[in-house]
C-alpha cells in the first residue's frame, strides 16, 4: 500500500534546491499504475495528484508482481572488477571483400586453390593432393589423452595474438589439452632425479598424435589459433604453404627447431603479421629484451607450464641442452612438484588418472600398504560452491580480459611494464575500468559488492578447493595485488595493511569452521608456519616446502594415517590442504598450564547516581535471566560478585545456610579479600545463593544516599580475586570514580570543544587505569566496561582497560531504567554479551612472506612483542587492522599472510585458529589500483584517523584523510588517465575506488572525527572506540547509514522471502529523497530513525502508529506498535531484520523523528545525511570539487 499526498505548485521536497545541480541529472518521475486506491502507488481516496506535482523524488524499484523493472547492476562476484575484453592482436577475419579489392586476380586464384586444400568448416578434408596427405594416427600410449571425433574434424584456426602473447603466455595452448591442474592433465609428484619435461611442440609425440584436421602447431608449441579459441580462416602464409607441400615434420626436424633459438621461429613467421588488419596494432619488435624474458620466465609465471629439455626417445635421443630457471622463482615453485612425469612413489593429485612415462610403459602402482594415495581408489569428492560474495581466491583468468575503452589504455600505457606480467601472472595485463565522479550520485550499492578479485597463478594451491583462500569476512586486504618493491608501493600511495575479524559470527547456513582433531600439526621448522593449501609438496610427498621461508620440512609420520581406523587415508582431503580458515584441537606442548574455566567477575556501582537511573535493578534482573545462557558446558563456569560506592562489598556465595553473605570492607587505601576461597564459586554448585543475591539486590541499596565511588580499589580487588585462573571482569558503573586510586574529576570544557585542544579530552586522564590493564593482560585477565551517565562519564578514561586487555565498551548516555526503551537496549546487548562463546587467554600473531612486516597494529590488545599481540579476551565480531611495510622487494610470484590464534575455547578446549590468504604479486601500477578493495582501505582509514585524533589533533586527523585521497585521485589522474598533466573539468578514478571519497566524507562527517563544538566527549571517545573495533561489514553501515522509503516500497518488502525480511532499495544519502507526506528509515546499526513528514496522510498514521492523524504521534524515542494491519506487520519486521543483520550484540535503539518536532532530534538525523551540507562540512559535491582543485593544483 503506498501513501502519498498532493501538493500544491508552490510546494517542494524538503531540502530540495529550486534549480537543478549542473550536471547532475535527476531520477524520471514516478510512474503511476492504474488500480484501485491503496495499491502501490495509487493515492488514498480524495487525494488528487496535480500536474507536475511530485511529491517525493521517485527511487526505482525492484521487479516484482508487476511493477516497473530495474536495471540493475550485477552484484556476484568480481562484479565491480574489470570488464572482459578481447586480447590485443586478435582482430577479428577482415571480410572477403575487402581483401578482393586489394589483390590481383593472380593472388586470388592462388588463395582459392590453397583455400580448397585446407579442411572445410564443417571438419572435413579437401580435394585430394599432395599438400593436404596426412600419414594415419600413431596408436596411441597406454593411458593418454585421445582426441575425441569431432574434436579431430576441428579445421586449423586462424593466427591470432601478438607474437610475445603467443610466445610468452602459457594461457595460450592447444585447444585439445586441457589445463594444468585440470582433471583431465595428470600433475603427479615427481622425485627430483626427474628433470626432463617435453619441449614446446612435442605434443604431438607424447600424448597426442596430430591427425589430419586437427589444429596444427606452432614451433613454438602453441597452436595457430586466437587465444579464445575461435576458429577463423585467413589466407595462407608463406610457412603454411610450405608446411602443407612437405608433409608433417619428422622428429629429427621438430628436434633441431628446438635447438634454434626463439627469435629464430618468430622471424619465420613475420609474414603474418604483414597480412594483419589495419585495425591491429603493429607487432611488437622482438629484441634482446624479450629474449631474455623467454629465457628467464616473468613473475607469476607458471613453472609447471613452461617449456624444458627435450624428453629422450628413441627418435631425438638424449637432450643437448637444458633450459635453466631464476633461482629466485625456483626456491618458490619446485619444478618436481608439479612435473607431468610420475614419481617412483605414484603419489598424484585427487581426481587426476594416473601418468605414465614417456616410452610408453605404465608406472607400477603402489602396494596397498603404502600410506601414500592409491591410484583407482577413492576419489576425493567434490567441494561445494563457496558463498557468493566471499570466496574470491583461485579464479584463474583463462579466456578472459578486460576490455577499456581507447582514452583508457592510452593512459594506463604509463602504469603498465609490458616486460612483466603483473598480478594476472603469465595470464596476460588486466586493464581497469575508469570512471568519473562529478556530475552523478555515487552507486551505493556497490557498498555492499565483493572486494576485487584475487587472480592467483593456477598452481599457487595444492588443491583446487575454493575454500582454499581465506574469506574475506575473516581476512581481507587493502591491496588483492601485492607490490613487488616498496617504491611502486610508495608511488601508488595506496594504503597496504590487513583487516581481521578471527571470532566473526557464523550465521544460519555459513559453514562452520573446520576442525582438525587428530593433533597432527605440521609446522615449519624456521618461522613456524602452519601447513596451508600454498605450500609445496617435494620428494614424492616425503617433505613440504614453507610458503613463507621456502624451507624444506618433513611430512609427519602419521599425517596420511588415521590412527583411529588403524588405515591409510588420502592426504588431499585434509582440512588444512583445503581450507584456508581451519582451526586445530591443540596438543598438551602448546599448554603451559590446564586450560582455563571460564570465570565471570560482576563489578556493579551501587552508589546513589545508579541507583537512582534504575541501571542496578535492570543489570540484577538481566545477569539472573542470563544464568542458562552463559556457557557452561562442562560445568566448569565461576561467578563472583563485588558492589562498590565508598566501599567495597564481598558476597560470600559458598555459604551453608543458602543466603549470601555480605562483607564490607571500608579501608580503601589497603583493601583486602575476606574468604577468598569463598568469593568466587562454580556456577552450577551456587546457583541458588546467587539467584538470591541477584534478587535483592535492588532492594539491599535502595535507600542508599552515598554518592562516593571507589572503583579504582574495587577493579583492583577484582584483578586479584581473578588473577591466578584469569577471566574476564565486567565493570558496571553509572558514576565518575571518585575515591582513592583511580580517582576522575569532571573535566569536560564547553570552551575546549571544537578547538585544537579538544583531543586532550579523548586522552586518559590517569595513568592508574592503563597500568592495572597491563597487569590484567599479563595474568589474562579482560575488562569490559558497561558506562551509564546522566552526566559526565569520562569514556576516554575508563575505556583504556577494554583497548588494552580485548574488552569492549558499552555507553549509554542519559539512562533510565523508566523509559522501557533504555531498559531493553541495556538488558538486550548484556544478555547476549554473556551468552557469547569466546576465546580466552589468547595470543595472536601475523606471519608474512618474506620481504613484508607488519608495522602498526590497531583494536584493542596489548602488543607483548614486535609481532606478538596479547588478547585476554577475542569477543566475536571485533575487528583488528594491521599495517604492513616493506623489508625487502618481493622477488616470488606469491605471497602469503597466515594469522595463527592460540586461545582456549568457551567449552575448555586449547585450540589454534588459522586463517590463510594468498596474493599474488605485480609490477604494474595499473593492477595494483584494480585490486585495490575500498572497503578494506575505508576500514583501516578509519582505524589511523582515530589514532591521529587521540594523539595529535582532530584537525590533524581530518585533514590526513582528505590528503590521502587527494594523493590517491593524483597518482591515478597522473600515471593512469590520458590527461596526465594539466586541470582537467572531471574527476577519474578506477571503478573499484569510486565510493572512496563518499565513504571518507562518511568518516569527516562521523560523530568521532566530525568538526563542531556542540559534541560532548564521553560520545566522541564512544564513537571512536567503534571506529577502531567494529568489523568491515558493520563499519560501512555506521560509516554510510542505509536509507529507505518506506511509505511507497514494493508489495514484496517486508514479507518472509527465499532470504528472509526482504528490504527495501536503499537511496542515497540526500535530502531531496525526502517529502512531506512520506515516511523514511534509516540505520546505521547503532540506532534507527523514521522520519515522517507533517503532511503524511491520516491513513498512514492510523496503519503505523494507531493514531488518526500526523499531530498524534509521538517523537523521539519509542517503540512501534503491534497493530492487526499489513502495512504494521511489514514495517515492524523491516525494523527487526535492520536490527538482526549486523553480526555484533549492538541493539539499535528507534527513533521517531517528525518534520516539525524536536529540532536536536530532526538535527541528529539530518547529520547522517552525508551527501548535504552540514555546517561547517562541504556536501558531497562540494567535496569533489575541493578533490578536484586540490588534484589539479598539486603534482604527483
Request: with cysteine; hydrophobic share 30%.
Amino acid at each position: 500500500m503506498a501513501y502519498s499526498q498532493p501538493q500544491t505548485p508552490n510546494m517542494r521536497p524538503v531540502g530540495q534546491a529550486p534549480p537543478p545541480r549542473p550536471g547532475f541529472r535527476p531520477p524520471h518521475p514516478q510512474q503511476q499504475q492504474q488500480g484501485h486506491p491503496g495499491q502501490p502507488g495509487q493515492p488514498y481516496p480524495g487525494q488528487q495528484q496535480q500536474p507536475g506535482a511530485q511529491p517525493f523524488p521517485p527511487r526505482p524499484t525492484p521487479p516484482h508482481s508487476g511493477q516497473q523493472q530495474m536495471n540493475y547492476r550485477p552484484m556476484g562476484p568480481g562484479s565491480n572488477g574489470p570488464r572482459p575484453v578481447q586480447l590485443q592482436g586478435a582482430a577479428p577475419p577482415r571480410p572477403m571483400q575487402q581483401q578482393q579489392h586489394n589483390q590481383d586476380p593472380s593472388q586470388l586464384q592462388q588463395q582459392s586453390n590453397n583455400a580448397l586444400r585446407r579442411p572445410s568448416a564443417q571438419g572435413g578434408q579437401g580435394p585430394p593432393s599432395p599438400s593436404n596427405q596426412r600419414p594415419p594416427m600413431a596408436t596411441p600410449p597406454f593411458g593418454s589423452h585421445q582426441q575425441h571425433p569431432q574434436q579431430q574434424q576441428r579445421p586449423p584456426p586462424a593466427m591470432g595474438g601478438s607474437i610475445q602473447q603467443r610466445a610468452a603466455s602459457p594461457m595460450i595452448r592447444p585447444a585439445n589439452l586441457p589445463p594444468p591442474g585440470s582433471p583431465g592433465m595428470p600433475r603427479p609428484f615427481q622425485s627430483p632425479q626427474i628433470q626432463n619435461r617435453p619441449p614446446p611442440g612435442q605434443f604431438a609425440n607424447q600424448a597426442q598424435q596430430t591427425v589430419p584436421g586437427s589444429p596444427a602447431m606452432n614451433p613454438v608449441g602453441f597452436m595457430n589459433g586466437p587465444p579464445n579459441g575461435q576458429n577463423r580462416s585467413q589466407p595462407p602464409t608463406p610457412r603454411m604453404q610450405h608446411q602443407q607441400q612437405q608433409g608433417p615434420p619428422t622428429s629429427q626436424q621438430l628436434h633441431q627447431q628446438h635447438q634454434q633459438p626463439l627469435h629464430h621461429h618468430l622471424q619465420q613467421q613475420q609474414p603474418l603479421h604483414q597480412q594483419q588488419h589495419p585495425s591491429q596494432p603493429p607487432p611488437p619488435h622482438f629484441g634482446q629484451q624479450q629474449q631474455q624474458q623467454q629465457q628467464h620466465p616473468p613473475m607469476g609465471q607458471d613453472l609447471g607450464q613452461m617449456a624444458g629439455p627435450p624428453t629422450p626417445t628413441p627418435q631425438t635421443g638424449a637432450p643437448k641442452s637444458k633450459r635453466m630457471y631464476p633461482a629466485g622463482i625456483n626456491a618458490y615453485a619446485e619444478p618436481p612438484a608439479y612435473e607431468a612425469t610420475p614419481s617412483s612413489h605414484g603419489f598424484q593429485r585427487p581426481g587426476v588418472p594416473a601418468p605414465h612415462q614417456a616410452g610408453g610403459m605404465q608406472q607400477q602402482p603402489p602396494t596397498q600398504g603404502s600410506q601414500f594415495f592409491v591410484p583407482g581408489e577413492k576419489q576425493a569428492p567434490a567441494f561445494g560452491q563457496p558463498v557468493p560474495g566471499y570466496q574470491q581466491g583461485l579464479q584463474p583468468l583463462q579466456g578472459q580480459s578486460l576490455q577499456p575503452n581507447v582514452n583508457q589504455l592510452a593512459g594506463q600505457m604509463g602504469g603498465m611494464n609490458l616486460g612483466n606480467t603483473g598480478y594476472g601472472g603469465a595470464q596476460g595485463i588486466v586493464p581497469i575500468s575508469t570512471v568519473a565522479l562529478m556530475g552523478a550520485a555515487p552507486k551505493i550499492y556497490d557498498l555492499d559488492a565483493p572486494p576485487p578479485p584475487i587472480r592467483l597463478p593456477e598452481t599457487a594451491s595444492i588443491t583446487q578447493s575454493p575454500f582454499a583462500n581465506c574469506d574475506p569476512s575473516y581476512k581481507r586486504s587493502t591491496l588483492n595485488a601485492i607490490p613487488a618493491t616498496s617504491q611502486l608501493l610508495t608511488k601508488s600511495r595506496l594504503p597496504f595493511g590487513l583487516v581481521i575479524t578471527p571470532y566473526r559470527s557464523v550465521k544460519e547456513g555459513d559453514e562452520p569452521v573446520p576442525v582438525v582433531s587428530d593433533s597432527i600439526i605440521a609446522r615449519c621448522r624456521r618461522c613456524r608456519t602452519y601447513i596451508n593449501p600454498f605450500v609445496k609438496f617435494v620428494e614424492g610427498g616425503q617433505r613440504w616446502k614453507c610458503n613463507m621461508c621456502y624451507t624444506l620440512n618433513e611430512v609427519p609420520s602419521s599425517f596420511d594415517y588415521d590412527s583411529q581406523t588403524q588405515q591409510p587415508v588420502d592426504r588431499w582431503q585434509r582440512k588444512e590442504l583445503n581450507h584456508a580458515v581451519v582451526e586445530y584441537i591443540a596438543p598438551t606442548e602448546y599448554m603451559i598450564r590446564p586450560p582455563q574455566p571460564l570465570v565471570y567477575m560482576f563489578v556493579i556501582d551501587v552508589s546513589y547516581p545508579a541507583i537512582r537511573c534504575g541501571m542496578v535493578a535492570t543489570a540484577a534482573t538481566t545477569i539472573l535471566e542470563s544464568l542458562d545462557r552463559i556457557p557452561n558446558d562442562e560445568g566448569r563456569t565461576k561467578v563472583g560478585i563485588i558492589t562498590v560506592d565508598s566501599s567495597i562489598h564481598f558476597y560470600n556465595l559458598k555459604a551453608a545456610s543458602g543466603e549470601p553473605q555480605m562483607m564490607v570492607v571500608s579501608d580503601l587505601e589497603e583493601a583486602f579479600l575476606p574468604q577468598p576461597q569463598d568469593l568466587l564459586c562454580n556456577l552450577s554448585e551456587c546457583r541458588s545463593v546467587l539467584e538470591a543475591l541477584l534478587n535483592r539486590m535492588s532492594d539491599m541499596f535502595k535507600d542508599t544516599q552515598n554518592v562516593g565511588n571507589a572503583l579504582g580499589p574495587a577493579l583492583n580487588s577484582a584483578y586479584k580475586l581473578v588473577s591466578p585462573i584469569g577471566g574476564k571482569i565486567l565493570c558496571l558503573q553509572a558514576s565518575l570514580p571518585n575515591l582513592e586510586a583511580g580517582a576522575l574529576k569532571m573535566r569536560e570544557d564547553p570552551k575546549l570543544l571544537g578547538t585544537a585542544k579538544e583531543s586532550t579530552l579523548l586522552q586518559s586522564a590517569s595513568s592508574f587505569y592503563k597500568s592495572l590493564a597491563v597487569e590484567c593482560s599479563k595474568s589474562q585477565v579482560c575488562v569490559d566496561m558497561f558506562l551509564f551517565g546522566s552526566q559526565y562519564s569520562d569514556v576516554a578514561t575508563l575505556s583504556c582497560l577494554p583497548r588494552f586487555t580485548g574488552g569492549s565498551t558499552f555507553f549509554y548516555p542519559a539512562f533510565t531504567a523508566a523509559k522501557s526503551e533504555d531498559a531493553l537496549k541495556f538488558a538486550h546487548e548484556l544478555a547476549e554479551f554473556l551468552s557469547q562463546r569466546i576465546a580466552l587467554e589468547a595470543v595472536m600473531r601475523v606471519r608474512a612472506s618474506k620481504g613484508l612486516r607488519m608495522s602498526a597494529f590497531y583494536g584493542n590488545f596489548f602488543v607483548r612483542s614486535t609481532d606478538l599481540l596479547s588478547l585476554p579476551n577475542v569477543p566475536r565480531d571485533q575487528s583488528y587492522s594491521i599495517e604492513i611495510s616493506f623489508d625487502d622487494n618481493l622477488s616470488i610470484p606469491v605471497v602469503c599472510f597466515q594469522t595463527a590464534l592460540l586461545h582456549t575455547s568457551s567449552s575448555g578446549e586449547r585450540r589454534i585458529r588459522v586463517l590463510t590468504l594468498a596474493l599474488p604479486v605485480t609490477t604494474s601500477l595499473s593492477e595494483l589500483y584494480a585490486s585495490a578493495d575500498q572497503v578494506a582501505i575505508a576500514t583501516l582509514l578509519a582505524c589511523k584517523g582515530v589514532e591521529r585524533g587521540m594523539n595529535a589533533k582532530l584537525d590533524d586527523a581530518r585533514d590526513a584523510l582528505t590528503n590521502k585521497v587527494v594523493d590517491i585521485l593524483g597518482v591515478y589522474k597522473t600515471h593512469m588517465t590520458a590527461s596526465s598533466s594539466g586541470a582537467t573539468p572531471n574527476l577519474q578514478i578506477c571503478d573499484n575506488l569510486k565510493l572512496l571519497p563518499l565513504l571518507t566524507l562518511g568518516m569527516l562527517k562521523h560523530v568521532g572525527l566530525r568538526a563542531g563544538s556542540q559534541i560532548p566527549s564521553d560520545l566522541r571517545s564512544y564513537a571512536m572506540h567503534l571506529l577502531s573495533t567494529l568489523p568491515s561489514q558493520c563499519l560501512i553501515p555506521f560509516l554510510h547509514p542505509r536509507f529507505y522509503s518506506l511509505h511507497d516500497m514494493p508489495e514484496h518488502c517486508g514479507t518472509i522471502g527465499d532470504h528472509g525480511i526482504e528490504m527495501p532499495q536503499a537511496m542515497n544519502l540526500s535530502s531531496e529523497r525526502l517529502s512531506r507526506s512520506g515516511l523514511f528509515m534509516l540505520e546505521d546499526g547503532q540506532n534507527i530513525f523514521l522520519w515522517i513528514g507533517r503532511d503524511a496522510v491520516p491513513q498512514l498514521c492510523m496503519d503505523l502508529f494507531g493514531v488518526p492523524d500526523y499531530q498524534s504521534i509521538r517523537g523521539g524515542k519509542t517503540t512501534l506498535p503491534i497493530l492487526e494491519t499489513d502495512f504494521n506487520h511489514r514495517v515492524n519486521l523491516i525494523v527487526s531484520k535492520a536490527r538482526e543483520m549486523r553480526r555484533t550484540s549492538y541493539y539499535s535503539q528507534l527513533y521517531i523523528v517528525k518534520e516539525d518536532g524536536d529540532p536536536a532530534l530532526r538535527l541528529w538525523f539530518l547529520s547522517h545525511l552525508i551527501e548535504d551540507r552540514a555546517e561547517p562540512i562541504m556536501s558531497y559535491y562540494q567535496y569533489l570539487g575541493h578533490l578536484k582543485d586540490r588534484v589539479n593544483s598539486a603534482s604527483f
